[in-house]
């Protein structure tokens, strides 16, 4: 069992940056796991934005958000970091952190991942 707590969300203006964080507790390895960035906006289908490897090794990007976002994670602290610059309103949405035990990164399923924190607000005004 895995709990997930996202943290760092907040109201920004628009070309500022937020880094997110994400805490995973429970007696169990958090290498085992692919994480996920998801994020839905009101009206919205939640949606992959970030997803990195068990080792951190690699991730991939929606193309909304490549070359803006960087998803990195620190198996050690159990952490999972998402550093959003040049925020856009676009981007405004409430974010998730989902993890996918012993499988590979980058589905954009919701049903592939096992875990899933209560997620941060991120509101970006103009």
């Known amino acids: 069992q895995v709990q997930l707590v996202e943290s760092g969300g907040g109201l920004v203006q628009a070309g500022d940056s937020l880094r997110l964080s994400c805490a995973a507790s429970?007696?169990?390895?958090?290498?085992?796991?692919?994480m996920g960035w998801f994020r839905q906006a009101p009206g919205k289908e939640r949606e992959l934005i970030a997803s990195?490897?068990?080792?951190?090794?690699?991730?991939s990007y929606a193309d909304s958000v490549k070359g803006r976002f960087t998803c990195s994670r620190d198996n050690a602290k159990k952490l999972m970091y998402l550093q959003m610059n040049s925020l856009k309103p676009e981007d405004t949405a409430v974010y998730y952190c989902?993890?996918?035990?012993?499988?590979?990164?980058?589905?954009?399923?919701?049903?592939?991942?096992?875990?899933w924190g209560q997620g941060t607000q991120v509101t970006v005004s103009p």
């Open positions: 990195i490897n068990w080792a951190g090794t690699s991730a």
């Open positions: 989902a993890a996918r035990f012993r499988g590979g990164y980058g589905y954009p399923d919701l049903n592939k991942y096992d875990y």
């Open positions: 429970g007696r169990t390895l958090f290498s085992n796991y692919a």
